[in-house]
């Protein structure tokens, strides 16, 4: 599930094994960063794992917590969307006692002055060793702009009601609203009609010039030639501030971990916006003219953030 909301007021920050020091490489702790009001974007859900024909049952979450809307955003790909202005900084978080504490403030205190109890009530048990997950802070001109935590745990240990508890008690969630259901990896179910909200997408102009769509904001054109089989396809990169409204038109490919899609992109003025700057690509001389419509865009089913409005089965317009 997905849920939004704020933290009032974020002043020191702990992610860590509650027995390691200040010292340990693997943990997190940043103090005296006097954040206030940010907003939170939380994804939990549960995956299943694989072993020797055992199949386990794993809850994982992504929580970023970010100065405003337009920083960056996750993705159905377990990516997360942000800036190219953003230079990001990533840490890794490693447990040796099945155990991984996160708080701020005076939940944070708690976490250090907790670290010579037996299994500490400001920790969860994990059911799994080694690695945890990752932090990552993303800065502009040196002045932090999110932090992003992910993690992992056995199911059996911490299901997806009770990490969300954890969560928003030791991080001071305020506010927090479930979104929209979203759909999840292996749980998709995408119609025709359907109207939906994308991290990114791509456009053919042509069979040799793809334009890739992503939703931050406006950066400078650029371009990624890469090497084909047997010819150069030019990757141009195009960046929105608006939300990316597709309404799915077709099914193009179905397999077992992956759907791609066909779809209309539903706002004129990024049609348009978009327009422009192939018509100035054709000026120039760096692309040769292809077809005139803006609109018709392709992405899988990865790159699909909500569905907005849900539309008609898909099934009879599907090319196996």
């Not at 371009?223 to 501030?241: A, H, P, Q």
């Amino acid at each position: 599930m997905r849920y939004s909301g704020k933290i009032n007021n974020i002043n020191h920050i702990v992610v860590s094994d509650p027995y390691y020091g200040k010292d340990t490489k693997y943990r997190y702790e940043k103090d005296k960063l006097n954040l206030k009001d940010w907003l939170v974007d939380l994804d939990i859900y549960t995956i299943k794992t694989f072993y020797d024909d055992v199949v386990f049952d794993n809850v994982e979450f992504s929580l970023i917590l970010k100065k405003d809307k337009d920083v960056c955003n996750n993705g159905l790909d377990n990516n997360i969307h942000y800036d190219e202005s953003i230079k990001v900084k990533d840490y890794d978080i490693g447990m040796d006692t099945s155990s991984m504490a996160l708080g701020i403030n005076k939940y944070a205190k708690e976490i250090i002055d907790s670290r010579d109890d037996y299994f500490p009530t400001c920790a969860i048990k994990t059911g799994l060793d080694g690695w945890f997950g990752q932090v990552t802070e993303g800065k502009k001109n040196k002045e932090l702009q999110f932090i992003r935590i992910t993690g992992e745990m056995d199911k059996e240990r911490c299901d997806e009601n009770e990490l969300l508890s954890y969560l928003t008690k030791q991080l001071e969630l305020d506010n927090l609203q479930k979104e929209p259901e979203m759909y999840y990896r292996n749980n998709m179910e995408i119609n025709e009609g359907d109207i939906v909200e994308l991290g990114n997408c791509w456009l053919q102009i042509s069979p040799k010039c793809n334009y890739f769509i992503g939703t931050t904001k406006y950066t400078d054109l650029y371009e990624n030639t890469y090497s084909g089989k047997d010819r150069l396809i030019d990757m141009i990169s195009f960046y929105v501030n608006e939300p990316l409204k597709v309404k799915i038109i077709k099914c193009t490919k179905k397999c077992e971990n992956t759907s791609t899609y066909e779809g209309e992109i539903l706002d004129d003025s990024i049609i348009n916006t978009f327009k422009e700057v192939v018509e100035k690509q054709v000026a120039l001389g760096k692309i040769k003219k292809g077809k005139d419509d803006y609109s018709e865009v392709h992405f899988s089913q990865f790159n699909i953030i909500k569905v907005l409005e849900e539309g008609n089965n898909l099934e009879n317009n599907m090319e196996m």
